[in-house]
């Protein structure tokens, strides 16, 4: 039985004669959101492309909420769907479920975000960013804008989201790594969410002001908070460098206009598709590899005009 807030929505497919199916195959799938800027596109590549298979999607949204999320893959294993795609918003919290997906020998995949070590015995493969990369990709660039020097505040997304962790600790080591003469000068959350880092800017703002000299956000939307927030303290002072992640259109617009230093691009749909033709290949009995990133590219105004946005 699955609940009103489960959010279920099925995707209607044809199957494709290609595939050699008997019967067309439903995977569940566990997203994140459905309305977000980044897993919305996300979501709708996935399921278009499983339509171009001919595999059916059992869509579950979490809404953020990770005690959701974790009925939700119990619904899935409950319904023996034929595979399981999970987007985890916790490190450790859908262990028991992915265990009892195995036990029900369902393979089971991660997109986008990863999961402790502890999780690998019950995954088959975890396709979508490398987030540690991109902390130290945020890093490198963040660096070159400050010549080496400076004090920075990092506005990271969900406090024990393995997103957040990846970017945040990727970011961390490589300036221990590069002996930069960086240093962090707090770290806060704001959930991925621009109102949030509006808010929490603000107060960064009010505590440190001109002592900010650089600014690493977990994504362009909180970027985005940011520059709000300086704008509305300092509205003749320039914006310090600001690094973000997700290659949002409006990201580039900021770069082009200054405001922003540079963002790190990360395709939704290349996210999505990839989840999708991963689960269809174990589906079918094909080995896959237990890591598939998709690629990321830097941009600063240097190569802003060359490069197309995520989304």
């Known amino acids: 039985m699955i ?6 929505k099925i995707a209607a497919v044809s199957l494709l004669a290609s595939t050699g199916w008997a019967s067309a195959k439903t995977v569940c799938y566990v997203t ?8 919305t596109p996300a979501n709708k590549a996935l399921e278009a492309r499983a339509k171009e ?3 059916e999607i059992l869509s579950l949204s979490q809404d953020f909420d990770v005690q959701k999320g974790t009925e ?6 409950a319904r023996k769907v034929d595979g399981i795609i999970l987007w985890p918003l916790d490190p450790q919290a859908y262990i028991p479920g992915l265990a009892r997906a195995q036990q029900a020998n369902i393979p089971a995949i991660l997109i986008n975000s990863p999961m402790s070590d502890d999780a690998k015995p019950f995954i088959k493969s975890f396709t979508g960013p490398d987030v540690y990369e991109e902390g130290k990709l945020a ?10 020097k400076g004090s920075v505040v990092i506005i990271a997304g969900q406090a024990g ?6 970017r945040v600790n990727g970011f961390t080591d490589r300036l221990k790594e590069e002996n930069a003469d960086i240093k962090v000068l707090d770290t806060v959350n704001a959930d ?3 109102q949030k880092a509006l808010v929490v800017s603000r107060d960064l703002i009010t505590r440190f002001g001109d002592q900010i000299t650089g600014v690493y956000a977990n994504d362009d939307t909180m970027a985005r908070g940011f520059i709000d927030a300086w704008k509305e303290a300092n509205p003749s002072k320039p914006t310090p460098p600001i690094v973000g992640i997700n290659g949002q259109k409006d990201a580039f617009e900021s770069i082009k206009s200054g405001e922003m230093y540079s963002t790190i691009v990360q395709s939704p749909v290349e996210d999505g598709r990839l989840a999708i033709n991963t689960m269809a290949e174990i589906i079918d009995g094909k080995e896959v590899k237990d890591r598939l990133p998709i690629p990321l590219t830097v941009v600063t105004k240097d190569n802003v005009g060359s490069v197309e946005p995520a989304f």
């Open 192 to 194: 991925f969410d621009q």
């Open 72 to 77: 939700q893959l119990n619904t899935c294993v």
């Open 32 to 39: 994140a959101a459905d309305s977000h800027a980044y897993a």
């Open 3 to 8: 609940g009103k807030k489960c959010m279920l």
């Open 139 to 148: 890093a490198d660039s963040l660096s070159k804008a400050l010549g080496g």
């Open 53 to 55: 298979l001919g595999v």
């Open 161 to 166: 989201n393995g997103t957040t962790i990846g």
